[in-house]
């Protein structure tokens, strides 16, 4: 690793006294994400993070974005606060290169080709799944750099209401109250939620006034087990949110307006003691529109279909199939005209995963058929071998790719109908065990990317530019993390290396745009019986802010406190300040990030 290299050495030396990691994952967690079926972390061979409603609320946070940065190698960019546009990079891929589900359901917009996370409600949130690394033979198009599942709260207990209310810095305002209830056989929740800030400032230039942003929303979610084993639930949100924002010039837009909506539903059949099949159905709608003032500007709208059908069969004590067909169907529709405005994708995949002697093998490819680019093949392998009692080696390889989206095709006066598919494939090589109290992780990899797509002259000299397949590139990085618990103390953080390099044209040698090339954060939390307290470090390094890297933004850190005192069984109050020492520091060019600022809040949770 060319410019990892003088790193890795002081890394390793800094390794045995970092308590550093990922959230409160343990590796007995349970996860679904990362090969399509139920496994716990330990058995996973993959590098996964796992972040549950108890560690949301203990991390006072306030948007997806904030729970997402804590996590290992995950980089957030921010136009301006909270609401205001966000991009997730993991292991220095971009935010198209991300999948986002949200049970198991395609969501965002297909004009753009992303989620867009600032509309991810997280009050609405019951555990999120992170999965690193490419992920394209199980789940096809977007997941390149990875998966992101996010599941939304589940009823447990017998029938009781919950609240929270928080008020702090910026006029800012939280409201979630809800009903939930249930057992192993049936299950209940339903919530509805506010969020309204009046914001600051989002740009350095431009109108000198603050930006806000109103957030409401509605999610409910039931479910019944049957006593052969069989399953059937539903699930239902809706968000609507609007952003204000300056516009680049007087008659650019300067308020936006976003409503998505999911709707769900998703049974299981238990065949036999060995075959189960799985099936859900979905729809998301997305819808953006822009206002100058009180004028209409644009609409943008997406809605997305899609079904599978998974059947996971067991073969012998330690064998297992995974296979299946995903369809989805993409229709848009705008103020602007489009050539295409629909698209209908047609998916097979199988997964196997077996023992063979001590080692942990998993094979899995999938076949994508798109009716704008064609067939599409992409595979995974990934190879676990225990090297003593505490200590398991991890190898894995895997290909992918990402469909160009319709305005990379067909935006009226600009998109290219020509455009191929990005391409990747990654290496990733693991350690991972337990010492002393103290589960640990180091893992490093490599992701090359092939006909990426950017903006490019359509000839020689030409004023015109359109996507194009130009681009390549190559991702190396070092990932450590840990975690540990000792007696009322709760540690865990991480630390990440990242060399994202451009591979062709004139900023060949240059690092990838909006970058950091380290990533830091360490938690810190004590419980002194009915008090909680605990600290967040946060660092990234410099990024640049274009491919030619002829300017840039400097590294950062912050830290934030927090407390929660449980004053009755049902009763809690929490506290927060957020970049405590009041950091300037910025993300994307030109838009401010948020000074120190205070959020309490009142909690209402019977147990």
């Given at each position: ?20 990691a ?40 306030i ?146 006034d ?67 099949v ?43 199939l ?12 705008s ?6 405005t ?22 899995s ?39 160009p ?15 191929s ?60 993390s ?105 993300t ?20």
């Amino acid at each position: 690793m060319t410019q990892l290299s003088s790193t890795v050495l002081v890394a390793a030396c800094c390794y045995s006294s970092l308590v550093v990691a990922q959230q409160t994952t343990t590796l007995n967690t349970v996860l679904v994400t990362a090969s399509r079926t139920a496994q716990s972390v330990d058995e996973a061979l993959a590098s996964v993070t796992v972040i549950t409603r108890k560690d949301i609320e203990r991390s006072q946070a306030i948007t997806v974005a904030d729970i997402l940065q804590k996590t290992p190698s995950v980089m957030i960019t921010n136009s301006g606060g909270i609401g205001k546009a966000s991009s997730v990079y993991i292991r220095g891929t971009s935010t198209n290169d991300l999948l986002i589900l949200v049970d198991g359901i395609r969501v965002g917009s297909a004009t753009l080709g992303q989620v867009s996370i600032e509309e991810l409600n997280l009050s609405q949130i019951e555990r999120i799944e992170i999965v690193r690394g490419p992920r394209s033979s199980l789940y096809g198009s977007d997941a390149a750099g990875g998966v992101i599942q996010i599941f939304t709260r589940r009823g447990v207990g017998k029938l009781t209401p919950y609240f929270t209310v928080s008020a702090g810095s910026d006029d800012t305002s939280l409201a979630n109250i809800g009903f939930q209830g249930g057992d192993q056989n049936r299950w209940f929740n339903v919530a509805a939620s506010g969020v309204t800030t009046d914001g600051f400032d989002a740009k350095t230039s431009g109108d000198d006034d603050a930006d806000g942003y109103h957030n409401k929303g509605l999610q409910l979610r039931l479910g019944r087990r049957f006593d052969a084993g069989h399953e059937v639930e539903g699930l239902f949100s809706i968000t609507d949110s609007e952003n204000e924002f300056d516009g680049s010039f007087a008659t650019s837009p300067d308020l936006g307006d976003t409503l998505t909506k999911v709707l769900a539903a998703r049974g299981k059949i238990t065949v036999s003691e060995v075959w189960l099949v799985d099936l859900s159905a979905g729809r998301s709608l997305n819808q953006s529109k822009s206002f100058v003032g009180n004028v209409f500007n644009s609409r943008f709208e997406t809605i997305r279909d899609s079904f599978t059908i998974q059947n996971d069969v067991l073969i012998g004590d330690e064998s297992e199939l995974v296979f299946g067909v995903d369809y989805v169907s993409d229709q848009i529709d705008s103020s602007y005209t489009y050539a295409e405005t629909k698209r209908h994708i047609w998916a097979g995949f199988a997964q196997y995963q077996f023992a063979l002697g001590r080692s942990d093998l998993q094979f899995s490819i999938r076949v994508d058929d798109n009716e704008q680019f064609g067939s599409h093949t992409t595979g995974g392998v990934a190879w676990g071998i225990p090297l003593n009692d505490d200590i398991s080696f991890i190898a894995s390889y895997g290909t992918a790719f990402k469909a160009p989206s319709f305005n990379d095709l067909y935006y009226p006066n600009s998109g290219n109908a020509e455009l191929s598919p990005e391409e990747s494939d990654a290496y990733e090589l693991s350690l991972r065990g337990k010492h002393n109290g103290v589960n640990w992780q180091t893992s490093v990899y490599q992701t090359t990317f092939d006909n990426m797509i950017a903006w490019a002259p359509i000839a020689p000299g030409s004023s015109t530019w359109k996507p194009s397949n130009i681009n390549s590139a190559r991702i190396r990085g070092l990932e450590l993390s840990a975690d540990y618990q000792w007696q009322q103390w709760s540690l865990d953080g991480n630390v990440a290396f990242i060399d994202p390099e451009n591979r062709s044209g004139v900023n060949k040698g240059n690092r990838l745009q909006r970058r950091a090339d380290r990533i830091a954060n360490i938690n810190i939390d004590r419980d002194f019986g009915a008090l909680a307290l605990g600290t967040t470090l946060h660092a990234e390094g410099r990024r640049y802010t274009s491919n030619s890297n002829t300017r840039s933004l400097a590294g950062f850190g912050t830290v934030d406190l927090r407390a929660a005192y449980q004053f009755a069984p049902a009763w809690q109050v929490r506290a927060k300040l957020s970049n405590l020492l009041n950091k300037q520091y910025q993300t994307v060019s030109g838009y401010n990030q948020s000074g120190s600022t205070a959020l309490f809040t009142l909690a209402y949770q019977p147990q």
